[in-house]
Structure formats: structure tokens, C-alpha cells
């Protein structure tokens, strides 16, 4: 390992209970975005390496399913245990995968809280028997695994994909394949070693860095049930493409351009922080939660903008490794040209007045992927800037004159994963939450993804839900026994 002067996971890949290295899809140089330098060495799985997964996770499916379920429940609990005495470590890693903040970078609590929460249901009562019309026979509805799930995870939050996807679908009785991507793969690999450690059967869990040649492949194999696909627009269109030639069903989490409503109501404070966080400073805008369109009532706009970008600049940037730091890089250098080009655009057409950043940051920092903290004001809700995932720390900031005008703004998108509202006004709260188009709805609170809470999108933003008892009927087929009594 170069560059980070910690030890990380080896890169290659886990089937069953090996480390695989060779791999037809070559060999990928992991860059650690906080200084551009490689830090791992990663294998890559083609076609022949997903193909040899499939095989070993249906025979793990069968020895899983072959346990009493208490049995798979103690197991999950033992997993859920092994994360949680390596947080730390896990945090770490998070932050050479992708550049997240040390102060942010703890999402295997996440990841652990979703594995209590699905072991749980593993020993609890499911399926129906119920009556049929003209006759006294025996009618039973059960619930059944699909075998083999793959789970191609992103690489803004490997671990947190992991418990929305991987959790519940083992409980469910899955076997699964697990796909990061090539630009942050190590959190996964290591989640992979846990899950042998736990006494998981071997290959139950089977972790396949890839890019997407391999992600291709995993869709279109035939021996895989469901796919649970987290990213971007453009390529779940290929997923949905390629899954068609199988009809394999497919769970979509997809981006957004979430919407903050501040009424002329709400503690300014609070609201300004939670914005700048949710907003430009969060993993640095590259999360499907954060907030690039604020819409600000006229009565409180100039107060609301002072408060705001004050809460923005006072975030530290820097290298992600230091525990201080809350700002840090983008991915990569093609996300530092993506965004700087739609913030050019952006001034060039006049989609609104740049208040804040627009910038590449230098100095000690030259050589890392970092763009400034940008804020557009005044910006037109029908302009690219505000219509288009920019995927980065830019945010829109636009006013609004009353309620119905708010929740028509806010809606103005082909996207719906996440809404925020920021009242003191408890009616109001209700009645925008229940008229905004989006997945979730959050009321004076930043995203904060819970294992009680099914999780998903409206619109462009996804298909099915994660979280939740809708997040493990997901990973389970109903199937309906008629046995003649009468």
C-alpha cells in the first residue's frame, strides 16, 4: 500500500473463502482523493469470476437455508457484534476509500444497526394460511428467498448500501454478490472477511470488486434473482436494460436534486446549519441526500443567506485523514472538471448570482480533488444548475412567497429521493410534508437513515424501497400452497 501509511484490506477479491488475484477484469489503481496518490492495488472481476460467484453463493444459499433459523439469527448477531468492534477501523478505511471526512466516516454504525434490526425477523412469524371461497381446503401463502441477490453498491457509501441491501436480503434467507465500485472497494472486501469471521457459510457473502463490464455481467447472469442497484440515472437505464434480458426484478436507489424549504417560521439557526451541512458540506455535495435546491420565503431570504453562508465557510477543509476536518475532496480529478464545467456553464448563462466559491482549491492542497464550498443565488429553478444532479459541493438558493408556491418549486423535478422543511409551524409541517413528491420527507432534521424507515425514491430517484419491513419483502418471493382437504 502507498500514500496513506496505514494498513488497508488487500484488494483482491473474495469467492467463497478465498482471495482471488488474476482476475480477467484486470487490475485497478486505487487513488486516495485527499492527495491524488494510488494507495491500493485492486483486482477486478470479469464475466468468469462473476460467473464462478453465482456458483459458489447458490450452494451457500442452500447451506444457509439449511440452518435452523435461530441458528441464522445468532449468526447475524454475532456479524452485527464483529462490526461493531471494528468502527474505528472501518472509519478509516472509509476515508482512503473515498475521501470522507474521519468525522464523517463512521457508517458501519449504520451498517450494524441494519444487521440487529433484520436478524431480528429471522426466528419471527411469517406467511398465512387463510380461507378459500367454496371449500375447506388448506390455503397457505409463504414467503421464500430468491437465492442469489447481487448488490452493486456505490462508491460514496459501500457500508451503508451493505446494511440497507446485504442485511435484510441474508435475512431473507439470500445468498448475495457484492459489487462496489472500483473507486471505493476496501470497506466492502473487509465487510466480506467479517462475514467468514462470523461464521457466515463461505461464499454466502461473496465481495467482486468491478467495474462496468463486471456490473453487466452480474446483471445479466441467469442465476441471479434480484438485483439491488444504488447510483445514477443514466446507469440504472443500462441496469434495467440489462436485467430485462432475464426479467431479473430490480431494487433502484438513484440520485436527486432534494429540495430545503425555509419558511418565514423557522429557527434560522438551525435551519442554516442543517442546510450547510445537508447541502454543500456533506461528503463534499456527493450524496443522494444532499440538499442542492434551497427555496428561502421572501420575509426572512437576507437574514436566511447571511446565517447560511457564514455556516458554510466555518467548515474546515482539508486533508479528510485529520480529525478536525468536516469539508473535504471530490472522488476524483473527472468529478473536479464535472463540476467546475457546470459551474462555468452556470455564470455563462446566468442561472444566478455566484455568492460563494466556484473555485478549484490549491495550495497545500493542489494536488487532492477539492472544489470550493459554491453557493448560486437567486437562481432559475427551471436552469440546468438546479434541474441536474451536479453531484458535488454546489448548491442553488431560491425564494418562494407562500406555501403552495414552495411545494410546486420543490416538486419542479424529475427527481424525488429526499425533501427537507424547515417550520415551528406543526400543521404546516404536515401539510407540505404530505404534498412534497419525494421518498422522504424530513422535518427540521438533516437524513438520517434508520433501519425502522423504508428508504427510497419517487420519480427519476428510484424503483422499490430499502429499510424497514418493506426493505425485507424486497429480497422475499410469495408463494401460494393449495393443498385439497374437502
Same mark, same amino acid.
Given at each position: 500500500?502507498?500514500?496513506?501509511?496505514?494498513?488497508?484490506?488487500?484488494?483482491?477479491?473474495?469467492?467463497?473463502?478465498?482471495?482471488?488475484?488474476?482476475?480477467?477484469?484486470?487490475?485497478?489503481?486505487?487513488?486516495?482523493?485527499?492527495?491524488?496518490?494510488?494507495?491500493?492495488?485492486?483486482?477486478?472481476?470479469?464475466?468468469? &469470476?462473476?460467473?464462478?460467484?453465482?456458483?459458489?453463493?447458490?450452494?451457500?444459499?442452500?447451506?444457509?437455508?439449511?440452518?435452523?433459523?435461530?441458528?441464522?439469527?445468532?449468526?447475524?448477531?454475532?456479524?452485527?457484534?464483529?462490526?461493531?468492534?471494528?468502527?474505528?477501523?472501518?472509519?478509516?478505511?472509509?476515508?482512503?476509500?473515498?475521501?470522507?471526512?474521519?468525522?464523517?466516516?463512521?457508517?458501519? +454504525?449504520?451498517?450494524?444497526?441494519?444487521?440487529?434490526?433484520?436478524?431480528?425477523?429471522?426466528?419471527?412469524?411469517?406467511?398465512?394460511?387463510?380461507?378459500?371461497?367454496?371449500?375447506?381446503?388448506?390455503?397457505? $401463502?409463504?414467503?421464500?428467498?430468491?437465492?442469489?441477490?447481487? %448488490?452493486?453498491?456505490?462508491?460514496?457509501?459501500?457500508? $451503508? $448500501?451493505?446494511?440497507?441491501?446485504?442485511?435484510?436480503?441474508?435475512?431473507?434467507?439470500?445468498?448475495?454478490?457484492?459489487?462496489?465500485?472500483?473507486?471505493?472497494?476496501?470497506?466492502?472486501?473487509?465487510?466480506?472477511?467479517?462475514?467468514?469471521?462470523?461464521?457466515?457459510?463461505?461464499?454466502?457473502?461473496?465481495?467482486?470488486?468491478?467495474?462496468?463490464?463486471?456490473?453487466?455481467?452480474?446483471?445479466?447472469?441467469?442465476?441471479?434473482? =434480484?438485483?439491488?442497484?444504488?447510483?445514477?440515472?443514466?446507469?440504472?437505464?443500462?441496469?434495467?436494460?440489462?436485467?430485462?434480458?432475464?426479467?431479473?426484478?430490480?431494487?433502484?436507489?438513484?440520485?436527486?436534486?432534494?429540495?430545503?424549504?425555509?419558511?418565514?417560521?423557522?429557527?434560522?439557526?438551525?435551519?442554516?446549519?442543517?442546510?450547510?451541512?445537508?447541502?454543500?458540506?456533506?461528503?463534499?455535495?456527493?450524496?443522494?441526500?444532499?440538499?442542492?435546491?434551497?427555496? %428561502?420565503?421572501?420575509?426572512?431570504?437576507?437574514?436566511?443567506?447571511?446565517?447560511?453562508?457564514?455556516? *458554510?465557510?466555518?467548515?474546515?477543509?482539508?486533508?479528510?485523514?485529520?480529525?478536525? +476536518?468536516?469539508?473535504?475532496?471530490?472522488?476524483?480529478?473527472?468529478? +473536479?472538471?464535472?463540476?467546475?464545467?457546470?459551474?462555468?456553464?452556470?455564470?455563462?448563462?446566468?442561472?444566478?448570482?455566484?455568492?460563494?466559491?466556484?473555485?478549484?482549491?490549491?495550495?497545500?492542497?493542489?494536488?487532492?480533488?477539492? *472544489? &470550493?464550498?459554491? $453557493?448560486?443565488?437567486?437562481?432559475?429553478?427551471?436552469?440546468?444548475?438546479?434541474?441536474?444532479?451536479?453531484?458535488?459541493?454546489?448548491?442553488? +438558493?431560491?425564494?418562494?412567497?407562500?406555501?403552495?408556491?414552495?411545494?410546486?418549486?420543490?416538486?419542479?423535478?424529475?427527481?424525488?429521493?429526499?425533501?427537507?422543511?424547515?417550520?415551528?409551524?406543526?400543521?404546516?409541517?404536515?401539510?407540505?410534508?404530505?404534498?412534497?413528491?419525494?421518498?422522504?420527507?424530513?422535518?427540521?432534521?438533516?437524513?438520517?437513515?434508520?433501519?425502522?424507515?423504508?428508504?427510497?425514491?419517487? =420519480?427519476?430517484?428510484?424503483?422499490?424501497?430499502?429499510?424497514?419491513?418493506?426493505?425485507?419483502?424486497?429480497?422475499?418471493?410469495? =408463494?401460494?400452497?393449495?393443498?385439497?382437504?374437502?
Amino acid at each position: 500500500m502507498i500514500g496513506t501509511g496505514s494498513e488497508l484490506p488487500s484488494g483482491a477479491l473474495l469467492l467463497g473463502e478465498d482471495r482471488v488475484t488474476g482476475s480477467s477484469g484486470g487490475l485497478h489503481h486505487h487513488v486516495y482523493p485527499g492527495t491524488g496518490r494510488v494507495n491500493a492495488i485492486v483486482e477486478m472481476a470479469g464475466a468468469a &469470476e462473476v460467473d464462478r460467484a453465482v456458483g459458489i453463493a447458490t450452494q451457500a444459499q442452500r447451506r444457509w437455508m439449511s440452518y435452523p433459523p435461530d441458528r441464522r439469527r445468532d449468526i447475524l448477531f454475532g456479524l452485527a457484534d464483529l462490526i461493531s468492534e471494528h468502527h474505528t477501523e472501518f472509519a478509516r478505511i472509509n476515508t482512503n476509500d473515498y475521501g470522507v471526512p474521519t468525522a464523517l466516516a463512521a457508517t458501519s +454504525v449504520l451498517t450494524e444497526r441494519f444487521l440487529r434490526f433484520y436478524a431480528g425477523y429471522v426466528d419471527k412469524a411469517d406467511g398465512a394460511s387463510t380461507p378459500v371461497m367454496g371449500g375447506f381446503d388448506l390455503n397457505l $401463502v409463504e414467503h421464500e428467498p430468491y437465492g442469489v441477490v447481487g %448488490v452493486i453498491a456505490p462508491w460514496n457509501g459501500a457500508l $451503508v $448500501v451493505i446494511g440497507l441491501a446485504v442485511a435484510p436480503a441474508l435475512a431473507a434467507g439470500n445468498a448475495v454478490i457484492v459489487k462496489p465500485s472500483e473507486l471505493a472497494p476496501l470497506a466492502a472486501l473487509r465487510f466480506g472477511e467479517l462475514c467468514l469471521e462470523a461464521g457466515l457459510p463461505a461464499g454466502l457473502v461473496n465481495v467482486l470488486p468491478a467495474g462496468a463490464d463486471g456490473g453487466e455481467a452480474l446483471v445479466r447472469h441467469p442465476g441471479v434473482g =434480484k438485483i439491488h442497484f444504488t447510483g445514477g440515472t443514466a446507469t440504472a437505464r443500462r441496469v434495467l436494460t440489462a436485467a430485462a434480458q432475464n426479467i431479473t426484478p430490480v431494487v433502484a436507489e438513484l440520485g436527486g436534486t432534494a429540495a430545503a424549504v425555509i419558511f418565514d417560521d423557522a429557527d434560522l439557526d438551525a435551519a442554516a446549519s442543517l442546510s450547510a451541512h445537508q447541502g454543500p458540506i456533506m461528503q463534499a455535495g456527493q450524496s443522494c441526500a444532499c440538499s442542492s435546491r434551497i427555496f %428561502v420565503h421572501d420575509n426572512v431570504y437576507d437574514a436566511f443567506m447571511e446565517k447560511f453562508l457564514a455556516a *458554510v465557510t466555518r467548515a474546515p477543509i482539508g486533508d479528510p485523514l485529520r480529525s478536525d +476536518v468536516l469539508f473535504g475532496p471530490v472522488i476524483h480529478q473527472a468529478a +473536479v472538471d464535472r463540476i467546475l464545467t457546470t459551474v462555468e456553464l452556470a455564470v455563462t448563462e446566468g442561472a444566478g448570482d455566484l455568492v460563494l466559491g466556484g473555485n478549484r482549491i490549491g495550495g497545500e492542497l493542489a494536488s487532492g480533488f477539492y *472544489v &470550493e464550498p459554491t $453557493v448560486f443565488a437567486e437562481v432559475d429553478n427551471r436552469s440546468p444548475l438546479a434541474q441536474q444532479e451536479t453531484f458535488g459541493p454546489v448548491v442553488s +438558493v431560491m425564494r418562494f412567497s407562500d406555501d403552495a408556491q414552495a411545494v410546486d418549486l420543490a416538486n419542479d423535478t424529475r427527481y424525488g429521493l429526499n425533501a427537507f422543511v424547515h417550520t415551528t409551524n406543526l400543521q404546516r409541517a404536515h401539510a407540505v410534508s404530505r404534498q412534497l413528491q419525494a421518498g422522504s420527507i424530513w422535518v427540521n432534521s438533516r437524513s438520517d437513515i434508520q433501519p425502522q424507515g423504508p428508504y427510497g425514491g419517487y =420519480k427519476h430517484s428510484g424503483i422499490g424501497r430499502s429499510g424497514g419491513t418493506e426493505g425485507l419483502r424486497e429480497f422475499r418471493q410469495t =408463494k401460494n400452497i393449495r393443498i385439497k382437504l374437502s
